[in-house]
T-cell receptor, first 115, second 111 residues
Framework: GAGVSQSPSNKVTEKGKDVELRCDPISGHTALYWYRQSLGQGLEFLIYFQGNSAPDKSGLPSDRFSAERTGGSVSTLTIQRTQQEDSAVYLC?????????????FGPGTRLTVT | RKEVEQDPGPFNVPEGATVAFNCTYSNSASQSFFWYRQDCRKEPKLLMSVYSSGNEDGRFTAQLNRASQYISLLIRDSKLSDSATYLCVVILNTNAGKSTFGDGTTLTVKP
């Protein structure tokens, strides 16, 4: 079946502009994650959605970052007033509700470059 | 101290060698553990889950040691195609999701 898809695959934007990144999870997966990976670094957790529960936003680095998930499926990560340090690959993953062990499946990522 | 720690390497080994990676975690309540593989400029891909009883898949063996709070990955008879970064992941099931990745261990297998 179809895997996790993300769009756009690449995004170049000017400092100060807003960007929206989209994630389509695997059909039927109730959990959705956003991560950020800077060049040569590990994955940084940003936000987690589980069904209709309130999202875990504990990883969002600043109030310029927000995310929503409509209808328990597609998710959008929005970065307002982008800064050069926001340049990274943004990865989305989804997993089923359970039972454990909650394997996550990743999309190909969106490579964001802020000039 | 990081919640999940890995030796970043790099590990440079010849073809056919056996190589082992460890990953330590700080929260003793953690319940789910995985190894992922990430190739350069690609997304992480699930390699295998890790259980206390051990998990073997071909040349790969994963093990969990709860008492010492670490997980391991053993690769036998390594191939050139095993060259990648290996990430460990720890999940607190009570949150049913919040997951912490290690920074990864880089493996290069040479002819």
């Amino acid at each position: 079946g179809a895997g996790v898809s993300q769009s756009p695959s690449n995004k170049v934007t000017e400092k100060g502009k807003d960007v929206e990144l989209r994630c389509d999870p695997i059909s039927g997966h109730t959990a959705l994650y956003w991560y950020r990976q800077s060049l040569g670094q590990g994955l940084e957790f940003l936000i987690y959605f589980q069904g209709n529960s309130a999202p875990d936003k504990s990883g969002l680095p600043s109030d310029r970052f927000s995310a929503e998930r409509t209808g328990g499926s597609v998710s959008t990560l929005t970065i307002q007033r982008t800064q050069q340090e926001d340049s990274a690959v943004y990865l989305c993953a989804s997993s089923s509700r359970g039972p454990p062990p909650y394997e996550q499946y990743f999309g190909p990522g969106t490579r964001l470059t802020v000039t | 101290r990081k919640e999940v720690e890995q030796d970043p390497g790099p590990f440079n080994v010849p073809e056919g060698a056996t190589v082992a990676f460890n990953c330590t975690y700080s929260n003793s309540a953690s319940q789910s553990f995985f190894w992922y593989r990430q190739d350069c400029r690609k997304e992480p891909k699930l390699l295998m889950s890790v259980y206390s009883s051990g998990n073997e898949d071909g040349r790969f063996t994963a093990q969990l040691n709860r008492a010492s709070q670490y997980i391991s990955l053993l690769i036998r008879d390594s191939k050139l195609s095993d060259s990648a970064t290996y990430l460990c992941v720890v999940i607190l099931n009570t949150n049913a999701g919040k997951s912490t990745f290690g920074d990864g261990t880089t493996l290069t297998v040479k002819p």
